[in-house]
Nanobody
Framework: QVQLVESGGGLVQAGGSLRLSCAASGRTFGSYTMGWFRQATGKEREFVAT????????YYADSVKGRFTISRDDAKNAVYLQMNSLKPEDTAVYYCAGRSSSLIGVPSRPDEYDYWGQGTQVTVSS
């Protein structure tokens, strides 16, 4: 069992930056593919970014490509989401997610992840 705890959300003006962190329990963190999703009020949860286990391979939603960067520190059991040039439409609850098994392709659907954090609110004002 893996527990995920997000932090770093908050209120920021458009054009600003935030860095989200996700701390994970467990001894084999490096074996997990980690992702970030977000859910705005009244909308479905959507894929933001993922970083593949035992690698630096990263994939992004088109809406955040070039502005957000996902990274991981396996020694610290942590994954990060650096968010730059934030827009009001980035406002959402952001969730960290983990997948324990390998998958052919890019895991970009919520049902492809096994573990979830409680979420952290990001609000971007215009």
């Amino acid at each position: 069992q893996v527990q995920l705890v997000e932090s770093g959300g908050g209120l920021v003006q458009a054009g600003g930056s935030l860095r989200l962190s996700c701390a994970a329990s467990g001894r084999t963190f490096g074996s997990y593919t980690m992702g970030w999703f977000r859910q705005a009020t009244g909308k479905e949860r959507e894929f933001v970014a993922t970083i593949i286990s035992w690698s630096d391979l990263t994939y992004y939603a088109d809406s955040v490509k070039g502005r957000f960067t996902i990274s991981r520190d396996d020694a610290k059991n942590a994954v990060y989401l650096q968010m730059n040039s934030l827009k009001p439409e980035d406002t959402a609850v952001y969730y960290c997610a983990g997948r324990s098994s390998s998958l052919i392709g890019v895991p970009s659907r919520p049902d492809e992840y096994d573990y979830w954090g409680q979420g952290t609110q990001v609000t971007v004002s215009s």
